[in-house]
């Protein structure tokens, strides 16, 4: 067999391996989006992956099939992996979510909090009850014009003991609630729990509906946009990044 031949085969095999490789990639992603809401975005101006939070926020108890739902012991390990794999570069988060379970919501929260690497979150449609800190967990937030956020203290379904303990719980988890997204938004603890314990404007509650606008001027979101908005604010935050790395 002549140098050129060997060469031409060797060639041949590594564009095979390439091709497999890429119809892995593609199917993995496939995958992703079928099973978790996730998707990966690979450009020359970085490596995004794309989180999507929809439905109702599932935590320590299984919801009904028809509900459409985010389970929390499928995106946290997501997290895990965006912090720590080297080709992802920053982390896109999509929420269209009435709310769910509470500390579930707050965990996956206080992840997205404590990333080093870069994130935006976008709220399209409704970024409702515990939506509301995962929305402002990211290090810069946006809200499309026509979706809405309803600030409202915090409910419990089911077997409630009429103690004085029940109260104190109750409130401890709120305060929880509301140091968070005072501490990563430009929104003071005194308007949010004005907002939330606002009368007159929910039927059959106290709180707030806030439309786009309203949050960006209330200082809980940090900017009207969409997904072309979030895109460029999240390579920007990149390049950003990488130019720090390469100074140090």
């Not at 997204?181 to 603890?189: F, N, P, V």
Request: charged letters at 25%.
């Amino acid at each position: 067999m002549t140098d050129k031949t060997s060469e031409n085969k060797i060639t041949f095999i590594k564009m095979e391996e390439d091709k497999e490789k890429k119809m892995n990639d593609e199917n993995n992603n496939t995958d992703s989006i079928t099973e978790f809401g996730s998707a990966k975005v690979q450009n020359s101006r970085g490596n995004i992956h794309c989180l999507t939070i929809i439905g109702q926020i599932e935590g320590h108890i299984v919801l009904p099939p028809q509900n459409k739902t985010t389970k929390y012991e499928h995106v946290i390990p997501q997290l895990v992996a965006v912090e720590e794999k080297e080709d992802i570069d920053g982390l896109l988060i999509i929420l269209n979510t009435v709310g769910g379970d509470v500390e579930a919501g707050l965990a996956i929260a206080e992840m997205i909090a404590s990333m080093k690497k870069p994130t935006v979150s976008l709220v399209l449609g409704g970024g409702h009850s515990i939506g509301v800190p995962l929305a402002v967990a990211a290090q810069y937030s946006f809200i499309a014009p026509s979706a809405t956020m309803t600030i409202h203290p915090i409910r419990m379904t089911g077997l409630v003991i009429s103690v004085p303990q029940t109260f104190e719980y109750f409130d401890k988890m709120q305060e929880r609630v509301v140091q968070f997204i005072a501490k990563h938004s430009k929104i003071s603890r005194e308007r949010f729990k004005e907002l939330m314990l606002k009368t007159g404007e929910l039927a059959n509650d106290v709180g707030t509906v806030l439309f786009g606008e309203d949050a960006v001027k209330n200082g809980l979101i940090d900017e009207l946009g969409g997904v072309s908005q979030a895109i460029s604010k999240l390579y920007e935050m990149i390049e950003e990044r990488k130019r720090k790395v390469k100074v140090q």
